[in-house]
């Protein structure tokens, strides 16, 4: 039931970023910036810096290429995959989160709920 609870509130979180993105989406269009907020870009506005380290882990550890000399190949977590994540739309992203987080959560509730 914790864990339930746990995914509701990450729900509910990313549809609070979802109404934010929006946000940002209507001032790029009422400047006249035929533009949207990507993810990336999203992410950058808030927390610079996390994003950074977060670039810095992947690339370093958690890539097998780099983290195993013996590959020698380049990384392709952060650059070709997670890049590609980054330059999405942000709003749709957060918004499909949510209700995945959301349903999950319920899910996770109601059987706990029947159990009981």
Not at 1 to 22: A, D, Q
Not at 50 to 78: H, K, M, N
Not at 85 to 97: E, F, G, K, N, T
Request: hydrophobic fraction near 55%; glycine fraction near 6%; proline fraction near 4%.
């Amino acid at each position: 039931m914790i864990i339930g609870r746990i995914l509701i509130l990450f729900g509910i979180f990313s549809f609070i970023l979802t109404l934010i993105s929006n946000y940002f989406d209507i001032v790029l269009q009422v400047e006249g910036k035929n533009e949207i907020t990507q993810l990336g870009q999203f992410w950058f506005h808030f927390a610079p810096n996390s994003l950074q380290i977060a670039e810095t882990i992947i690339s370093r550890y958690v890539d097998p290429c780099s983290a195993l000399d013996i590959l020698d190949c380049s990384g392709f977590i952060w650059h070709p995959f997670i890049t590609s994540i980054l330059l999405m739309p942000a709003a749709p992203i957060l918004a499909l989160l949510s209700f995945i987080f959301i349903a999950f959560g319920l899910k996770k509730s109601i059987r706990k709920r029947k159990k009981t």
